[in-house]
């Protein structure tokens, strides 16, 4: 059967191949169960792909191929340290050495022969040369001629920060003078990136230069056309072109005198000017405005003013009509919105109410500053106009001006009419002393009257005292409200001359006889022929009976003084009332 490798129940660390089993259970008896261990196979490395590492940019990358029968359970190692289960495939990677190895599930281990593996950098773009010519007078014939070497493949190149490449071609020619953003790079993506200035060599040259202005709607701007370099000038054509939809040329101002007798400009075509100069010598200026076109705006934008510069357009010649070299520069004039206004035209009040107008503003530019101006030196700044309570002198004609953060303006008026309330005949009055039947009047020429009473006539008669009010109101809806206190006149009792305090219930004592009942205060005394004081009480209502100290006065005349005060609306004061009066029995 085969040699014996042990009597225990677990066999470890052993080869491939049969094995058999024998458990005992006596001497007769046993069981025999086989096992085949089969060999997993060796782990090998066959062999590993990689690429190198580009301008530093960590982009290498190395792929293992292992011989297995189950290569699901290996993990992979490029540092012979840590083991991962990335298929075999390993990205991302710098310049370095690296140790390839392979690990299965039970730790058998496999080491790539040629270890260790080298990845290079692979150095990008190398810029050894480049060549500049510069512009020559505004023709635009410049040019940058960039060489560059890599370690392989084809070179981009571009000058416009990476638009616009060429491939394998650094030539880059009909430049105008200027700034440049070049870039230089491989197909592995490395790059370099560096600026470049393309000068210009100027010889002597004419320049016209249009200026710049703003203005608003429907207001007036000037461009100034300036000239420099104007030397041996014999004569010269021009056009300048403007947008119709802005502006509209109406003219020029401020020409130079050494042009005011041969120039012309023509402004007949919408949009265009034509300028002509016809000289008897040529003639040189120094650096300056030859005129200023004058522009009305006509909608909000920009326009731009520019010399035609196109063949046969805008030339000037020497004597000998040959053109001057001329470069023409681009002008522009701004036409700002001006504010408008919503406002209604007039408003009508009455006096006492209180006016205010809310217009509404729109289009400006930035902030708006609001002026108004009015009847009698009227000035504010607010946004609303508030008049209040409002009276017949601020009737007239009010205007608002708004002004923009460009200055732009816009004005409108307001025509107010502060109508009269009615007048209201005892206005003046706050108390009246009146007798009974007394025709109140609130005055005439009112459409309407309205009494608390709830009588609507003109006049009411007066039969009780007391508050009245009334509302009137004017043809024109114009309303009046005011109030008067009705006391009757008089004094507001009477004393009788004589009485009789016999006991008939007939005149059996002597005192006031109320007429009015508005008496606030009130003391009454009694003096007999000596002053002596008889008699005195603070009650209206009662009088004295005849006696002195409960004895019967003697017959005859008697002096008697009242001091009482009145309420009412009217500033209170003590009245005197003194006399005499006869004890007859």
């Not at 690429?51 to 290569?71: R, V």
């Not at 004592?509 to 603070?538: A, C, K």
Request: proline share 4%; aromatic share 12%; with cysteine.
């Amino acid at each position: 059967m085969g040699d014996t490798i042990g009597f225990n129940l677990d066999v470890l660390n052993l080869s491939a191949g049969a094995y058999s089993l024998v458990v005992a259970y006596s001497e007769c008896s046993s069981m025999i169960a086989t096992y085949l261990v089969e060999d997993d196979g060796n782990l090998q490395i066959d062999s590993i792909a990689f690429t190198n590492d580009h301008c530093s940019s960590g982009s290498a990358t190395l792929a293992i191929y292992a011989n297995t029968t189950n290569p699901d359970i290996l993990t992979y190692s490029i540092d012979g340290v840590n083991f991962l289960p990335t298929g075999g495939v390993f990205t991302n990677l710098s310049e370095g050495s690296y140790i390839v190895m392979t690990r299965d599930s039970n730790n058998c281990e496999g080491y790539y022969e040629n270890n260790p593996v080298i990845i290079q950098n692979i150095a990008g773009v190398e810029i050894i040369s480049d060549n500049i010519t510069p512009e020559n007078d505004f023709s635009s014939d410049g040019s940058i001629y960039l060489e560059a070497i890599v370690a392989g493949g084809d070179i981009y190149y571009s000058i416009y920060n990476g638009s616009s490449p060429q491939t394998n071609n650094g030539l880059f020619q009909n430049l105008s003078a200027g700034l440049y953003y070049c870039k230089v790079w491989d197909g592995f993506g490395c790059d370099t990136t560096f600026e470049v200035i393309v000068p210009r060599n100027t010889t002597t040259i004419l320049e016209a230069i249009s200026g710049f202005g703003n203005a608003c709607v429907n207001d007036t701007v000037v461009s100034s056309l300036n000239l420099e370099q104007f030397n041996g000038v014999f004569s010269f054509v021009a056009k300048i072109y403007y947008d119709i939809n802005v502006v509209n040329c109406v003219g020029y101002i401020d020409l130079l005198p050494e042009l005011e007798a041969v120039f012309n400009a023509n402004i007949s075509t919408p949009g265009e000017v034509i300028l002509t100069w016809q000289g008897t010598l040529p003639l040189t200026l120094p650096d300056t405005v030859m005129t200023k076109l004058v522009f009305g705006g006509l909608g909000e934008g920009v326009s731009l003013i520019y010399w035609e510069a196109g063949p046969g357009q805008s030339v000037f010649f020497d004597q000998k009509m040959d053109t001057i070299n001329a470069v023409c520069y681009v002008g522009e004039v701004q036409i700002f919105s001006s504010p408008e206004i919503d406002m209604q035209p007039n408003e009508k009040a009455c006096s006492g109410d209180t006016i205010l107008v809310e217009p509404t503003v729109t289009d400006g530019n930035g902030t708006i500053i609001y002026e108004w101006t009015g009847p009698n030196d009227y000035q504010s700044q607010n946004y609303e106009l508030v008049l209040s309570p409002a009276n017949i002198n601020q009737t007239g004609t009010y205007t608002l001006t708004v002004i923009d953060t460009m200055y732009c303006k816009k004005s409108q008026n307001i025509n107010i009419n502060v109508i009269p309330s009615p007048e209201i005949a005892f206005s003046g009055y706050d108390t009246l002393w009146v007798e009974p039947g007394f025709l109140l009047d609130a005055g005439y020429g009112a459409e309407s009257y309205y009494w608390n009473t709830g009588e609507t006539t003109e006049t009411i008669v007066i039969d009780s005292m007391g508050n009245y009010i009334v509302e009137v109101t004017s043809y024109e809806n114009c309303k009046s409200t005011d109030a008067i206190q009705i006391l009757w006149a008089g004094t507001p009792f009477y004393l009788p001359n004589a009485f009789t305090p016999n006991g008939d219930g007939l005149n059996d004592s002597f005192g006031p006889i109320l007429r009015y009942d508005y008496v606030n205060r009130y003391h009454m005394s009694i003096y007999n022929r000596w002053g002596q004081v008889i008699y005195e009480t603070t009650d209206i209502n009662k009088g004295w009976d005849g006696t002195y100290k409960g004895s019967p006065c003697m017959l005859g005349a008697y002096v008697y003084r009242i001091v009482y005060e009145e309420f009412g609306q009217q500033p209170i004061e003590s009245k005197v009332v003194e006399g005499t009066v006869m004890l007859v029995r």
